[in-house]
């Protein structure tokens, strides 16, 4: 008899067909896409120019090697060039750190919830997943996760802001965390948020660099800069994990259009850090006003969304901000997440959540 599934005319891995496939946050026909935290703003002065100037030479594959914006990036963190990793968004340099540390029967340690490709990505190599559970206040559960590690753990991912609660972990929690870690065992600092962060007791990798030999850190344009669409993301870290994680990348993948959009928006830091406060401030704003309608159980945001911990009303929810115009992103059974959009949109996702605290409290 054939071991190929019901819907398969060939053998397929078993626990790849288990997995859930990646669902993008759902599109607007009308109103705000909040579902996906992108960036409510066009791509920063220069950003198109540099792009369309890239587009002349479409038919040549791109530079992979990325010489310029590597240089540029360890310029700026203060390292040398093979302390930086370039690939088409932070998810691909989080698959291939996994491929390049972990596999079969290995350990893959995080924060649930969180981002929910870190146990896609442990599936694909067949490591196990070890999933703990976030705090009562949706924050990592450090010391939970310190206990976790065991002789098989390969990788610890560490999410601030956390995708998708928005908690921060701090720069005093983070520090006695990595002295509990074994130095052979590889960190993975997941700071795909960081630009929006602006609570000072927050860790920030920038003061991490070179600090332990088994930490990365990783940070990406998709957020902040707004290039989401083009795919670029980096890690700065030890040049020895980034030469293995380089042999497990998808080759030629990261476009000379995405680099050459980085370093127009690299260009543009003032405009960069206006919008982001812009960005902070309403995301502060949104909060001040939820907690007034009585939402005490939101967490303090810290990235560019705000986490609705709406549990089992969690499609009620979705289904209010539907009706207000507001397409939000839900993670069952435990909440909503909702990204800080246009002004525009403050104002309906105000009402919603009114209407949500009415209806479910
Ligand atoms: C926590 C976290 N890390 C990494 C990423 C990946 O971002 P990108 O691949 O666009 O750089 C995301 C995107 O949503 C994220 O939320």
Redesign the pocket.
């Known amino acids: 008899m054939s071991s190929g599934t019901a819907s398969s005319p060939v053998k397929l891995r078993p626990e790849i067909l288990a997995l859930p496939a990646y669902r993008q946050g759902q599109a607007a026909p009308s109103g705000f896409k909040l579902s996906?935290?992108e960036n409510p703003f066009d791509p920063l002065p220069g950003v198109l120019e540099a792009v369309d100037a890239a587009t002349r030479t479409l038919h040549r594959y791109p530079n992979a090697a990325a010489p310029e914006v590597t240089a540029r990036i360890a310029a700026e963190w203060g390292v040398e060039p093979d302390e930086v990793i370039l690939a088409?968004?932070?998810?691909?340099?989080?698959v291939q750190l996994t491929l390049a540390a972990a596999g079969p029967g290995d350990e893959v340690v995080y924060s649930w919830r969180?981002?929910e490709?870190y146990p896609w990505m442990t599936v694909l190599p067949s490591a196990v997943k070890v999933a703990v559970p976030n705090t009562p206040d949706h924050r990592h559960d450090l010391d939970a996760m310190a206990a976790a590690i065991t002789e098989r753990t390969r990788l610890v991912l560490v999410?601030t802001?956390?995708?998708?609660t928005s908690a921060i972990v701090t720069a005093a929690e983070f520090e006695s965390f990595m002295q509990k870690v074994p130095a052979d065992v590889l960190v993975i600092l997941?700071?795909?948020?960081a630009e929006f962060v602006t609570d000072p007791t927050a860790v920030n990798g920038r003061t991490l660099v070179r600090r332990y030999p088994n930490l990365v850190i990783?940070r990406?344009?998709?957020?902040a800069y707004g290039l989401?669409g083009l795919?670029?993301?980096y890690g700065i870290g030890p040049a020895e994990v980034f030469a293995a994680a380089r042999i497990a990348a998808m080759p030629l993948s990261l476009t000379d259009h995405a680099q050459v959009a980085a370093i127009a928006s690299l260009d543009r830091g003032d405009e960069l850090r206006a919008r982001v406060a812009d960005i902070a401030a309403r995301r502060d704003a949104i909060y001040d006003f939820l907690v007034e309608q009585g939402w005490t159980t939101i967490p303090r945001p810290h990235?560019n969304f705000v986490w609705y911990p709406t549990g089992e009303h969690t499609e009620r929810a979705l289904g209010i901000f539907r009706d207000h115009g507001i397409i939000a992103r839900a993670y069952l059974p435990d909440g909503v997440r909702l990204t800080i959009g246009e002004e525009e949109s403050v104002e309906n996702v105000l009402a919603a959540s009114a209407q949500i605290m009415r209806e479910i409290a």
Not at 190 to 193: Q, R, V
């Open positions: 996906s935290n088409a968004g932070s998810v691909a340099l989080l969180s981002f490709v999410c802001p956390n995708n998708p997941d700071e795909a948020y990783l990406t344009f998709s957020k989401a795919r670029i993301g990235g």
